[in-house]
Nanobody, 123 residues
Framework: QVQLVESGGGLVQAGGSLRLSCAAS????????LAWFRQTLGKEREFVAA????????SYADSVQGRFTISRDNAKNTAYLQTNSLKSEDTAVYYC????????????????WGQGTQVTVSS
């Protein structure tokens, strides 16, 4: 089992950057694929980015490709989402999620979730 805590959200102007962190506690962090999802009020939680257990494979939503970068440091039990060139439509609560073994874009395949961190982009 793993517990996830996100941090790094905040208020930023359009065009700015934020680095979100996802700190994990529990055992065998390296056995979990990780992903970031985001959600705005009244909308479905949507996939943003995912990374394999070793960090050598990643996947991105088309809307963030080229602007966001997902990474992880297994020695520190932490994953990151570097967000650049932020747009107003990136405003959402960002969630970190984990599942054993293989990463996915499907939120229903993730067993563990953090509490979320708010990102607000002002235009």
């Amino acid at each position: 089992q793993v517990q996830l805590v996100e941090s790094g959200g905040g208020l930023v102007q359009a065009g700015g950057s934020l680095r979100l962190s996802c700190a994990a506690s529990g055992r065998a962090f390296g056995n979990y694929a990780l992903a970031w999802f985001r959600q705005t009020l009244g909308k479905e939680r949507e996939f943003v980015a995912a990374i394999s257990r070793s960090g050598d494979s990643t996947s991105y939503a088309d809307s963030v490709q080229g602007r966001f970068t997902i990474s992880r440091d297994n020695a520190k039990n932490t994953a990151y989402l570097q967000t650049n060139s932020l747009k107003s439509e990136d405003t959402a609560v960002y969630y970190c999620a984990a599942q054993r073994w293989t990463y996915s874009r499907n939120k229903y395949e993730y067993s563990y979730w953090g509490q979320g961190t708010q990102v607000t982009v002002s235009s």
